[in-house]
T-cell receptor, first 109, second 115 residues
Framework: AQRVTQPEKLLSVFKGAPVELKCNYS??????LFWYVQYSRQRLQLLLR??SRESIKGFTADLNKGETSFHLKKPFAQEEDSAMYYC???????????FGSGTQLTVLP | ETGVTQSPTHLIKTRGQQVTLRCSSQ?????VSWYQQALGQGPQFIFQ???????GRGNFPPRFSGLQFPNYSSELNVNALELDDSALYLC??????????????FGPGTRLTVL
């Protein structure tokens, strides 16, 4: 069965510092991975997906199949990055998402 | 283009009661997935409906059931409510169903409290 692990429930960094949110997965097939973000009082929204290999709001994430990881990185954190971040893996006949438990990122001024 | 909407926003029920939650999918989407998000946890997949048929189901008992209507809106029904059913219920709409690579767009959720 698939599993997504986000080891940090809370993460605080100062504005302008680099940030890395960790995500590890367990899946026997070829993984399709996503990062979703939820800003305060807003709905869950897609931040980026690994197949796009894009940078959104300065964030990037690289799939490392050897380490079964999909860490989210940003070189210079901004206060508006403060939010809850969820890593998710898509699988199954319904292409359903399996989410990690989330990391609450706080960027301090 | 309207986004995914859910009703009601909040709901309080007592143990043993039944509840129906509603979701209107985003314009042009034919697939609705339902997720349960307990406090402090990530969303957990309940089931998905594609063109009015159940397309997949997570590890939830049969008292969780659903429907999808011809306009692709959907209902989640929960019978014999238990205290552990207290959670935020999210629906997400997308295009395609089986083997789809399309993004799932989430609604704001319905907060269910079971007393």
């Amino acid at each position: 069965a698939q599993r997504v692990t986000q080891p940090e429930k809370l993460l605080s960094v100062f504005k302008g510092a680099p940030v890395e949110l960790k995500c590890n997965y367990s899946y026997s097939g070829s993984p399709e991975l996503f990062w979703y973000v939820q800003y305060s009082r807003q709905r869950l929204q897609l931040l980026l997906r690994h197949i796009s290999r894009e940078s959104i709001k300065g964030f990037t994430a690289d799939l490392n199949k050897g380490e079964t990881s999909f860490h989210l990185k940003k070189p210079f954190a901004q206060e508006e990055d403060s939010a809850m971040y969820y890593c998710a893996l898509r699988s199954g006949s319904a292409r359903q998402l399996t989410f990690g438990s989330g990391t609450q990122l706080t960027v301090l001024p | 283009e309207t986004g995914v909407t859910q009703s009601p926003t909040h709901l309080i029920k007592t143990r043993g009661q039944q509840v129906t939650l509603r979701c209107s999918s985003q314009s042009g989407h034919n697939t609705v997935s339902w997720y349960q998000q307990a406090l402090g946890q990530g969303p957990q997949f309940i089931f998905q409906y594609y063109r009015e048929e159940e397309n997949g189901r997570g590890n939830f008992p049969p008292r969780f059931s659903g429907l999808q209507f011809p306009n692709y809106s959907s209902e989640l029904n929960v019978n014999a409510l238990e205290l552990d059913d207290s959670a935020l219920y999210l629906c997400a709409s997308s295009v395609g169903g089986r083997s789809s690579t399309d993004t799932q767009y989430f609604g704001p959720g319905t907060r269910l409290t079971v007393l």
